[in-house]
Nanobody, 125 residues
Framework: QVQLVESGGGLVQAGGSLRLSCAAS????????MGWFRQAPGKEREFVAA????????KYADSVKGRFTISRGNAENTGYLQMNSLKPEDAAVYYCAAASVPGILPRSIGFYNYWGQGTQVTVSS
């Protein structure tokens, strides 16, 4: 099993920045990729960004490309999502997830085996 714990959410004004963290523990050797997803009220959970666990490859949703950066801490089992130029439409509960499927960097929820509890991001206009 892999446990994921997100942190770093909060309230920010439009145009501001936040950095989310996702700490992984347990059988972290089984992780191939980490993804970030978000879910706004009344909407489906959507893909935001993903990174291979070795940090070599990243992928972003078009809506956040150029504003968000996903990364992996060098030493610790922690992933990050740096969010800049935040917009009110970025407000959502953000979830990190881990996938064990090798060789792909998935956007689809179904590929991710493990999920964190979520952290709220609120953006005021």
């Amino acid at each position: 099993q892999v446990q994921l714990v997100e942190s770093g959410g909060g309230l920010v004004q439009a145009g501001g920045s936040l950095r989310l963290s996702c700490a992984a523990s347990g059988r972290t050797f089984s992780i191939y990729s980490m993804g970030w997803f978000r879910q706004a009220p009344g909407k489906e959970r959507e893909f935001v960004a993903a990174i291979t666990w070795n940090g070599d490859n990243t992928k972003y949703a078009d809506s956040v490309k150029g504003r968000f950066t996903i990364s992996r801490g060098n030493a610790e089992n922690t992933g990050y999502l740096q969010m800049n130029s935040l917009k009110p439409e970025d407000a959502a509960v953000y979830y990190c997830a881990a996938a064990s499927v090798p060789g792909i960097l998935p956007r689809s929820i179904g590929f991710y085996n493990y999920w964190g509890q979520g952290t709220q991001v609120t953006v005021s206009s």
